[in-house]
């Protein structure tokens, strides 16, 4: 394995177990909080929104990306930079 793959493996367990290190704090402080069915209705929704905008943006990348419209883009940065 290279040097950066070891980096790369070592970089995701520090993050792994600090995420569940931030997960188990939250829950040894917050031990007796409890939410209203109005903040659990706010999670869902937003949980919700949340993953159909990022599918639709997600869609219309790649929709934009096979139809060629990304390509005129690309085409106009390369122009102006030969102008000058």
């Given amino acids: 394995m290279s040097r950066s793959n070891t980096l790369t493996i070592l970089a995701a367990i520090v993050a792994i177990v600090a995420c569940g290190a931030f997960v188990i704090?939250?829950?040894i402080k917050l031990?007796?909080?409890e939410m209203?069915?109005?903040g659990w209705i706010a999670l869902g929704l937003g949980t919700?929104?949340?993953l159909v905008l990022?599918?639709?943006l997600s869609?219309?990348?790649v929709i934009s990306r096979r139809r060629g419209f990304d390509e005129a883009a690309h085409d106009a940065g390369t122009?102006?930079?030969s102008n000058q």
């Fill in 48 to 50: 919700a929104v949340s």
């Fill in 36 to 38: 209203s069915l109005h």
């Fill in 54 to 56: 990022g599918g639709v």
């Fill in 31 to 33: 031990a007796g909080v």
């Fill in 25 to 27: 704090f939250g829950m």
């Fill in 79 to 81: 122009l102006s930079r």
């Fill in 59 to 61: 869609t219309v990348l």
